[in-house]
């Protein structure tokens, strides 16, 4: 068994900055991808930020030089730096990882439950 356990949402200015973090825990051999997705009301998923296990990452346009992504291998947990925060940054937050479980042959994805971000004045 695998959760995802994400924290530091919140709300928060315009211009304004919030760190959230996702800790990942259970029978875990391996993480390879970990991602940062966000869901507005009305709007399907998307994609905000990932990093492989290699450092390897990618950001959507809308967030590229507000965020920045990265990870700690050893805690297995991945965090989202959100800097100059916009009201259209207001969504809930999703963590995504592929897992590779012990006794398992194959890397799954597994989510975590959302932490909301709302960016208002």
């Known amino acids: 068994q695998v959760q995802l356990v994400e924290s530091g949402g919140g709300l928060v200015q315009p211009g304004g900055s919030l760190r959230l973090s996702c800790a990942a825990s259970g029978s875990i051999i391996s993480i390879n991808r970990m991602d940062w997705y966000r869901q507005s009301p009305g709007k399907e998923r998307e994609l905000v930020a990932g990093i492989t296990s290699g450092g390897r990452i990618d950001y959507t346009d809308s967030v590229k030089g507000r965020f920045t992504i990265s990870r700690d291998n050893a805690k297995n947990t991945v965090y989202l730096q959100m800097n100059s925060l916009k009201p259209e940054d207001t969504a809930l937050y999703y963590c995504?990882?592929?897992?590779?479980?012990?006794?398992?042959?194959?890397?799954?994805?597994?989510w975590g439950q959302g932490t909301q971000v709302t960016v208002s004045s």
């Open positions: 995504h990882a592929d897992i590779l479980l012990y006794l398992a042959y194959t890397y799954r994805d597994y």
